[in-house]
């Protein structure tokens, strides 16, 4: 079977990692896949056996230039779908006469390049089936993170929630069109039920392939967090701090043993120094850059307990948000921290399967922080509470069958 998957624009650090694993699935399930995207960042990522056809919609200038050029060609897209559309046309001549049998679109907040792939499935009449990763309704109506650059917040808040009602629009309009909509949550399928009743719950999931547990023996007790850390209402460490802050206080461990680990990107780094110095906590934090595959494997099971902080409490309009890293946490079977606690899928999914520790309650956190710390301090090493069948239940492969069952039946 010959599959065409079209996704946006590939971006560090992760460039993917949902993509790039459908495309080696289907590879080894004997498909010819062609892989269709803005930018050629994922070249390196991308396994050989994948063909991989790229575009450039902006161009490589940098500075104001840059910023100047992508304003405009987003007002434009206010009034028309510009974007797909000139995608559109650069793909058609990228595809040349090449055949498919089916078209696979990975996409997240904007129409792009679901109008795009859209298009192109009409064109040479063929199944369309969606991947949508992430949706405008899952975050509040003024967040802004459907845009590359920050605007105004007078004029920026004026302006998202207008482009968000565009993008909505046309989103909508092509799921009509597609065979099958494939999402990461069950809140995202619950929704978008509304739009095409044939969709599917695909949660991110581990890849099978790179994480797995290590049961690695630390010399130090160890709490990382990996990822962004800047917008503190989508992600709320303060309940967190708080804990931290309360054990040092009353010495209940050995500064010396502490380490709290930061993986993150310059500016989350600012954020968390900002904080964790009103909280007086900063000796015991770390700061590491990003860290790939094999190695970020290994820094996971080098922790004792790894963070997730969810959405900040009774901030409305936050909706399905089943963080990549949880998943990615359960691949190494350590113990995993979250917090605060939203009563949502994430705190329901983590309670159900004993992987650690879901709260909002400061004494709790206290408590499960030095439970561990008391455990690492006899083994130099915490035991995962997570069995294997309920790691196993959220592998990739879970959701990769499940589409690929779908395609291959409905697109013969």
């Known amino acids: 079977m010959r599959l065409l998957i079209i996704c946006d624009r590939p971006t560090p650090p992760g460039y993917i990692p949902r993509v790039r694993y459908l495309c080696n699935y289907f590879v080894q399930k004997g498909y010819s896949v062609t892989l269709l995207t803005e930018g050629t960042e994922i070249a390196d990522f991308i396994s050989p056996n994948v063909e991989l056809l790229t575009f450039d919609y902006l161009s490589d200038r940098t500075g104001l230039w840059a910023k100047a050029e992508w304003l405009i060609k987003t007002v434009i897209n206010l ?30 907040f904007h129409s792009f390049p679901l109008t795009t792939a859209a298009m192109i499935a009409r064109k040479k009449q063929l199944p369309l089936y969606v991947d949508l990763r992430d949706i405008v309704e899952q975050t509040p109506p003024d967040s802004d993170n459907i845009f590359r650059h920050r605007l105004p917040s007078s004029l920026g808040k004026l302006v998202t929630r207008y482009f968000k009602k565009i993008h909505i629009g046309r989103r909508n309009k092509a799921l009509r069109l597609a065979k099958a909509v494939f999402s990461v949550s069950k809140w995202h399928t619950d929704y978008l039920k509304r739009y095409n009743p044939n969709v599917y719950t695909v949660y991110n999931g581990f890849d099978e392939t790179v994480f797995e547990p290590l049961h690695l023996m630390s010399d130090k007790f160890v709490l990382s967090y990996f990822g962004e850390l800047t917008d503190m209402c989508l992600r709320y460490p303060l309940i967190f701090f708080e804990a931290v802050r309360n054990i040092l206080s009353s010495n209940r461990i050995d500064v010396n043993c502490l380490e709290i680990r930061w993986f993150v990107d310059t500016n989350s780094k600012k954020t968390i120094e900002k904080v964790a110095a009103e909280f007086g906590i900063e000796r015991v934090m770390s700061y590491k850059k990003f860290v790939f595959a094999a190695d970020l494997v290994e820094k996971m099971n080098e922790s004792s307990i790894l963070l997730i902080f969810s959405n900040k409490p009774y901030v409305l309009d936050y909706h399905g948000i089943m963080t990549t890293k949880f998943f990615e946490y359960l691949g190494t079977g350590c113990s995993i921290l979250i917090t605060p606690d939203n009563d949502d899928e994430l705190s329901i999914t983590a309670k159900s399967i004993s992987c650690g520790l879901v709260s909002s309650d400061t004494a709790d956190i206290e408590a499960f922080i030095i439970d561990k710390y008391n455990e690492w301090r006899a083994t130099k090493y915490v035991a995962s509470t997570l069995t294997a069948e309920d790691r196993d239940r959220f592998s990739r492969r879970q959701g990769a069958d499940l589409m690929e069952k779908i395609i291959s039946a409905s697109a013969i």
Do not use: I, M, P, W
């Open 79 to 108: 009034v028309t779908d510009r974007k797909g559309r000139v995608s559109f046309t650069k793909a058609c001549k990228l595809l040349g006469d090449r055949k498919f049998d089916a078209v696979l679109c990975s996409s997240t």
